[in-house]
């Protein structure tokens, strides 16, 4: 039987590249805080019929429960989420970050990741019972990052969140987090970042791809994870052991 699957901030990278996996053998909302057309799932998707779209910024309460509303609709039901959807405004360093940026950063990132928890988390657990979720934290979440600082603080509070509502769901609803390291994606190429700093420094010594990080979101939604949970995996090119 397909799975019922929601991916948040999935119009783009690594989000778009999970979606697109899980398409192929399951039913999948995208989401985006801006609208889309049609043509967009029939260009990015092999089975548009599979995949459906909801408009839904995450930093909303409100649009998080209409967005809940909007699957027990259409399928009654939630298997897996994959709580992808997260920014990083520039300017973002310690020296230069703005309120407005500061504020942003931690609606959409962390009390937006938790708000999908929460709303959607309990949605599966009450029509799933042993359904799965993957946040996305990131390497900077682990060892801090001054050039990005307040993303980096929300993605060392999506581990914690991770790590607490596994706690919370126990065996019914497995939450584990997949921690890319840098990534050849719209949102690391609207930082400017020279990548060579990172990855001179990595052991596979490159910029990663998405697909290979929606492996990793795959593999911890699958039953081939049944027994992993709070648990942060780090694909990073081995960055964080240097």
């Known amino acids: 039987m397909k799975k019922v699957c929601l991916v948040t901030g999935s119009t783009s990278g690594i989000g778009l590249a999970t979606a697109q996996k899980l398409a192929r053998n399951n039913f999948v ?3 985006d805080y801006k609208e889309i057309d049609d043509e967009f799932i029939e260009t990015n998707f092999s089975k548009p019929e599979n995949v459906m779209f909801c408009k839904c910024d995450i930093s909303k309460k ?12 259409k399928f009654g039901r939630l298997d897996y989420l994959v709580c992808n959807a997260g920014i990083m405004p520039l300017p973002c360093g310690i020296d230069y970050i703005t309120d407005k940026n500061i504020d942003r950063t931690i609606d959409v990132n962390l009390k937006g990741t938790f708000r999908c ?23 900077d979440g682990i060892i801090g990052e001054p050039y990005a600082v307040i993303y980096s603080a929300t993605k060392a509070g999506i581990i914690s969140l991770t790590k607490s ?12 987090a ?7 994606t719209p ?11 990172t990855t001179d420094v ?13 492996d990793a979101i795959e593999f911890l939604l699958s039953d081939r ?17 240097k």
Not at 64 to 71: A, N, P, Y
Not at 178 to 184: C, N, R
Not at 202 to 212: A, D, H, Q, T, W
């Open 29 to 31: 909302v995208i989401n």
């Open 62 to 73: 409100s649009d998080v429960i209409s967005l809940k509303q909007l699957v027990i609709e």
């Open 117 to 139: 928890l929460n709303i959607l988390g309990n949605l599966i657990k009450d029509t799933s019972h042993k359904g799965s979720i993957v946040t996305l934290t990131s390497v």
């Open 165 to 176: 509502f596994a706690r919370y769901f126990k065996e019914d609803v497995r939450v584990n």
């Open 178 to 184: 997949v921690a890319p390291g840098l990534i050849d």
């Open 187 to 197: 949102l690391t190429d609207s930082t400017g970042e020279d990548p060579s700093w």
């Open 202 to 214: 990595s052991i596979i010594k490159r910029v990663g791809k998405p697909n290979e990080i929606a």
């Open 225 to 241: 994870a049944s027994y992993i949970t709070g648990q942060v995996l780090a694909v990073d090119g081995g960055f964080t052991l």
